[in-house]
């Protein structure tokens, strides 16, 4: 075994390689601080930078050039104006969001506490100031009343309950649904 295992060579030593791709959003940015458009640059042209410069992209870089390129928009770290991408103004007031704005809350003076917010539901009735305490009321585990709460379960059907279902003259009991409209008899007209 020992033999074996001189005879396999080595495994090879990785190449000094180029130092690792850097984020997807430091290229995006350096590519256009390189590119340095005053109407900022396209996509295809920081792609075409991007791949000119690193070496070793994955293949779905178109990809994740256009995620990232959202994701930076989104953000607010790049804006998109007439299909160009470009960093934001410093001295450009900030983008405001859909929507009334909030009105802005004056400060309070120092010392004085906020006071809680208004609970939920309906306001509880003023009360009499000068009525009595009500006692405090017992509980109890049932109502008053000494019936179950909900609604009472269904009887078993006996035979007084069938009973109302026959005619009340004592016919045949009738069958389900509207009786048939009964026609008039109609008199023969003429001779």
């Known amino acids: 075994m020992a033999t074996e295992e001189t005879s396999n060579p080595p495994p090879p030593q990785p ?6 791709l ?3 959003p430091e290229m995006i940015i350096a590519a256009i601080e390189a590119l340095n458009d005053k109407n900022g640059s396209n996509k295809s042209a ?3 930078y991007i791949e000119s410069t690193y070496t ?4 779905a870089h178109s990809t994740l050039l256009s995620h990232h ?8 770290q790049l804006v998109l104006l007439k299909n160009n991408y470009m960093k934001p103004d410093p001295n450009a007031p900030p983008k405001r969001g859909r929507g009334r704005p909030p009105k802005p809350k004056a400060p309070l003076p120092p010392g004085v506490a906020m006071s809680p917010p208004r609970p939920r539901g309906r306001p509880p009735k003023p009360r009499d100031p000068f ?20 609604r009472p379960p269904k009887k078993a059907k006996t ?10 003259s004592g016919g045949a009991p009738r069958g389900r649904g509207r009786p048939p409209k009964v026609k008039p008899a109609v008199a ?4």
């Open 15 to 20: 190449s000094p390689a180029a130092p690792p």
């Open 22 to 24: 850097p984020q997807y």
């Open 46 to 48: 920081i792609a075409r």
């Open 56 to 59: 070793d992209l994955p293949a």
């Open 69 to 76: 390129l959202n994701k930076l928009k989104q953000s607010g």
């Open 131 to 150: 009525a009595p305490p009500p006692p405090p009321k017992a509980k109890s585990p049932s109502s008053g009343t000494g019936r179950p709460r909900g």
């Open 159 to 168: 035979a007084a309950a069938s009973a109302p279902s026959a005619a009340p």
């Open 188 to 191: 023969p007209v003429g001779c």
